[in-house]
């Protein structure tokens, strides 16, 4: 989906917050706010994702303050919140598929625009799709033999191994992650900071720094693994502002909290709207 005039404040908001966690030093966070408006209000454009613009401004505010991973400290918050909550569930949604696939959503209301408080209220509440093609991705599951999960947020993880096991009991799956650190995406190093790699078969990285994943800077490998899957499931909302680019190819899933406005009205759904759709 292209970029609409709502996401150019939003996206100021982001240079804004990629700078205040980047650095406590008032200098280089001003230096840092004020190249990467000025960057914002040069490259914007409607013609554009979003995704393609908060790349290129991420990439500012680390050069400026020197710092590679200005949400490090968030991301290991997430994490802890999901694995205080993780006791909870381990024994309530086994055998279920669909049981799994609300709880990897669930734990798309994590958000690094949202404090702690917000997020435990999000999760609290029920899980109700706007658009729901769960049934088709059962039929999919059937015949599929390769199956690529595309991850989203650091805490998320948590909320996909779940489902990520009840899916390899039709496929193999493997599990797509950033390959260096933009926003509180989960990196390779992050699954390995956080011992997370014992509990994925298979994992490989988009190539990108990106949030969702731009295919003119994805990795070969990625690329190649795209398209040869049987079926991709793409969890948040980066990856439908990046993979709805393409043309439909009836095989990649979306499972994502419409959490603006742009990207609900792109669906046809409400704000807030949980989303599972295949296309």
Partial sequence: MKATKECYPCLANLVRQAAELATDDYRLRVEAIDQGLKLLGRKFSTDKTSIAVATMLHRVVREVTGNADPYSRMKEAEVGLAKSLRRGWQNNHEGNLRNRIILAVRGNNIDFFKDMKQIKEGLRLPVEFAI??????????????????????????F???????????????TYVVKYSPVQNDITLDDLEKFGLTEELSRVITTGTDTPGVDMAMASQEFKAEFETADLVLAKGMGYWETLSELPPQGKVFYLLKAKCKPVADSLGVTLNSYVALLR
């Fill in 132 to 157: 729901d093609d769960t049934p088709q991705l059962e039929k999919k599951l059937e015949k599929a033999e390769s199956i690529l999960y595309l991850a989203d947020n650091a805490g998320e993880v």
């Fill in 159 to 173: 909320f996909d191994l779940p489902l990520v096991e009840s899916l390899e009991d039709f496929a193999p799956v």
